[in-house]
Nanobody, 126 residues
Framework: QVQLVESGGGLVQAGGSLRLSCAASGRTFGSYAMGWFRQAPGKERDVVAA????????YYADFVKGRFTISRDNAKKTVYLQMNSLKPEDTAVYYC???????????????????WGQGTQVTVSS
């Protein structure tokens, strides 16, 4: 069983930055593909960024390319999402997720993930 706990959300002005963290429990974190998703009210949960188990392969949704960076520290069992140049449309609850399959590529499908965090709210004011 894996537990994921997100932190780092909050209120920021447009153009600002936030860094989300997702701390994981479990001995095999280093083998999991990890992802960040977001969900705004009334909308579907969308993938934002994903990273493979080793950290050498990443995926970004088009709407965050060049602004967000996903990274991981397997020794700390933590995955990060650095968010720069934030826009009001980035406002959403952000979720961390873990895919327990051993894969060399990032996992991008919401239904492919096995474990989810409780989410952290990100609000960007204009």
């Amino acid at each position: 069983q894996v537990q994921l706990v997100e932190s780092g959300g909050g209120l920021v002005q447009a153009g600002g930055s936030l860094r989300l963290s997702c701390a994981a429990s479990g001995r095999t974190f280093g083998s999991y593909a990890m992802g960040w998703f977001r969900q705004a009210p009334g909308k579907e949960r969308d993938v934002v960024a994903a990273i493979n188990w080793s950290g050498d392969s990443t995926y970004y949704a088009d709407f965050v390319k060049g602004r967000f960076t996903i990274s991981r520290d397997n020794a700390k069992k933590t995955v990060y999402l650095q968010m720069n140049s934030l826009k009001p449309e980035d406002t959403a609850v952000y979720y961390c997720a873990a895919d327990q399959r051993i894969r060399g590529i990032p996992t991008t499908g919401v239904y492919e993930y096995d474990y989810w965090g409780q989410g952290t709210q990100v609000t960007v004011s204009s």
